[in-house]
């Protein structure tokens, strides 16, 4: 089973609300990521987590704050956003991040609207 | 000088056509590869990791040339339902980033 799944699967949000995207898998996988993909573009990187501590951080902007509660769980907090943060917003997860264990699977996304 | 470089095509073709993409990379240090594929508003989906000797899964044949440090996807006999836009990536194991092509999109026509 190489099911990664996300919720809510659309999201509209005003400029003032705080609103969380959330992210789960159970293939055991140790690394997970968040990605934000505009339209006809491909996904842009933005947070990579492993073994639960945040590896990357593609300098995204603060108001988008990523959490991993756990191993299976990641959380995208998202905080007084810019319409132009409108995107599908992509998790994916990896066995790892070493060789031989760094297959992504996605998520099938969050598409959020901000107004 | 972009990471992953692919033609976006549209690769318009008619069914039962042979189709073929290329994506180069810039970074010869670049440890694995793979093709996937989106649908429309949909999430990118695995459809090959690429070896080094080179793959094949049914109609689909991977090729990896690091000399000239780029890959490509061959598909065979198309379908209407490969019409898709297909995505290189590349991974590089030093900065633990995976780098994506700009993506082709392919359209196969009945």
């Known amino acids: 089973d190489t099911e990664v799944t996300q919720t809510p699967k659309h999201l509209v949000m005003g400029m003032t609300n705080k609103k969380s995207l959330k992210c789960e898998q159970h293939?055991?996988?140790?690394?997970m990521y968040w990605y934000k993909q505009k339209a006809k573009k491909p996904p842009e990187l933005m947070f990579v987590?492993?073994?639960?501590?945040?590896?990357i951080n593609e300098s995204v902007p603060s108001r988008f704050s990523p959490e991993c509660p756990n191993s299976s769980l990641l959380n995208l907090h998202l905080h007084a956003l810019q319409p132009e943060d409108s995107a599908l917003y992509l998790c994916a997860s990896s066995q790892d991040l070493g060789a031989g264990g760094e297959t992504q699977y996605f998520g099938p996304g969050t598409r959020l609207l901000v107004l | 000088r972009k990471e992953v470089e692919q033609d976006p095509g549209p690769f318009n073709v008619p069914e039962g056509a042979t189709v073929a993409f290329n994506c180069t990379y810039s970074n010869s240090a670049s440890q694995s590869f793979f093709w996937y594929r989106q649908d429309c508003r949909k999430e990118p989906k695995l459809l090959m990791s690429v070896y080094s000797s080179g793959n094949e899964d049914g109609r689909f044949t991977a090729q990896l040339n690091r000399a000239s440090q780029y890959i490509s996807l061959l598909i065979r006999d198309s379908k209407l339902s490969d019409s898709a836009t297909y995505l290189c990536v590349v991974n590089t194991y030093n900065f633990n980033k995976f780098y994506f092509g700009s993506g082709t999109k392919l359209n196969v026509k009945p």
């Open positions: 987590y492993s073994y639960e501590k945040l590896s």
């Open positions: 293939m055991g996988h140790r690394a």
